[in-house]
């Protein structure tokens, strides 16, 4: 499984990009995300996220006139059993603005994490580098994910070729 193993028993914050990236098989990330939404489906940890993903999420589906693209995204937000999406609240708000002020982030990536902290979560899921890490919420990005999966290759590579890490 690999880089969704810290995440078991957990509470995940998720971006909209993965979930993009996953429901319409985007073939540079599609691969890098299929082990969390597999994770997910078999229930190993809870995600949360806010009403932006499903707002973000529609806007192609919308634009094209594909309604069944649309209800997947429905489907998954409001009916998969292990994940919760919150709408804005006041508390959600405050803390996205203390994100604002304090990080400079734009008002949906501050909704995002403030609902992400607000739930509790101690991992963000994005494709965002821009995002800082939090005292208590670490920002998992698809890039950091997909070059430490490529050093890996290269190590488990080079240790069946009989090359050494050690100079």
Request: glycine share 4%.
């Amino acid at each position: 499984m690999g880089w969704v193993d810290p995440l078991r028993g957990g509470i995940v914050g998720l971006d909209t990009t993965p979930l993009i990236y996953f429901t319409e098989a985007n073939p540079t990330y599609v691969e890098i995300v299929r082990p969390f939404f597999e994770a997910i489906q078999r229930e190993e940890f809870t995600v949360v996220t806010s009403i932006v993903t499903l707002l973000e999420a529609l806007v192609r589906p919308i634009k094209d006139g594909d309604a069944k693209l649309a209800q997947e995204y429905r489907d998954f937000l409001l009916e998969t059993n292990n994940v919760t999406t919150y709408f804005l609240s006041q508390k959600i708000a405050e803390e996205a603005a203390r994100l604002r002020a304090f990080y400079k982030l734009r008002t949906p990536d501050s909704i995002q994490m403030a609902t992400a902290i607000y739930a509790e979560a101690s991992f963000f899921f994005t494709n965002d580098a821009r995002l800082p890490s939090l005292p208590n919420l670490k920002v998992l990005t698809l890039g950091t994910i997909k070059e430490d999966s490529q050093e890996k290759d290269t190590q488990k590579s080079n240790l069946e070729n009989g090359f050494s890490q050690e100079g």
